[in-house]
């Protein structure tokens, strides 16, 4: 098992998450590589993790998940790794084992492999019946990712342009054209304890962060359907998505309700990907009412 557990490298993005990224270490072999991509400057990681001598530090400039995940692969030493975001819980040494087990199975044809998760949300949490295995599914959780090193590179990684959400929907569509399916490996089993990532109690933090993600996601869903479908059709699925935003926003407005934010958000997000604006909003500028 040693031997198994020394093929496999572990990615963990954070940002300001030491106090969750210190619990997933603890449970993670030795025999195990684990690289750190901390986009925050949590200088204190280094403190924590000192006597880890199976880990890695990198402290980078905020460019999106997949752009950190790319940083980590070009790294990486080891033909798999894993890619876990700090609100993941679950992941045991077993787990490791038994993805690189599964990944052998299907010969290593695969674009990614993603877990079971115990607590889905409805949307953004496809699952397969437990009945299977390991089964092929359209589109893994970005929070759990397994890969095979070579085959990522193939497909070019993730698209550096994203810098969150619909980047793991636009590397298994990429992926799958060049035949290379995704999968979801329903004996490993995990929870993603999603929004607990940031360590805050902080209405305001808490708020503005909940802007920024609805920010991102319409950025990244507009850019992504555009990538693939064009122009043209974007706008023709977006335009009562826009308006349903714009009277949203109108009638928050005139209440004077905090909901008003949330919604030019999604007006904002959407309006500069419509215009290819980059995905430019971060958290020290994102708009709040508190």
Known sequence: ?????????????????????????????????????????????????????????????????????????????TPYFLVLQPDVTGIKKSSLIKFYQYAKKIKDKFSVIGPHFLNPSKSGHFQTSLKYKIKEIHNVHGSTMFFNKKIFNRNKGFDKNIFLYWEETDYTKRANKNGFKAYQL??????????????????????????????????????????????????????????????????????????????????????NSILHKKSFMRLENIPTNL
């Not at 093929?7 to 954070?14: E, G, Q, T, Y």
């Not at 609805?214 to 507009?222: G, L």
């Open 1 to 77: 098992m040693r031997e198994i557990l020394n093929k496999i490298s572990i990615v963990l993005v954070c940002y300001k998450s030491s106090f969750k990224i210190k619990k997933i270490v603890q449970k993670i072999p030795n025999e195990t590589k684990i690289y750190i991509i901390d986009n925050s400057k949590d200088y204190s990681l280094k403190k924590i993790f000192r006597s880890k001598k199976n880990l890695k530090i990198y402290f980078k400039k905020n460019e999106g998940y997949g752009s950190s995940i790319n940083f980590a692969a070009k790294r990486i030493k």
């Open 186 to 271: 329903n004996i490993v089993k995990v929870k993603h304890e999603k929004g607990k990532a940031v360590k805050t109690s902080n209405l305001k933090d808490i708020e503005k962060l909940e802007n920024l993600y609805t920010w991102h996601f319409i950025w990244s869903k507009f850019y992504y359907f555009e990538k693939y479908y064009g122009k043209f059709l974007s706008l023709i699925y977006f335009t009562p998505i826009l308006l349903r935003i714009l009277f949203r926003m109108s009638f928050y407005k005139f209440i004077n309700s905090n909901k008003f934010f949330k919604y030019y958000c999604r007006w904002d997000g959407l309006k």
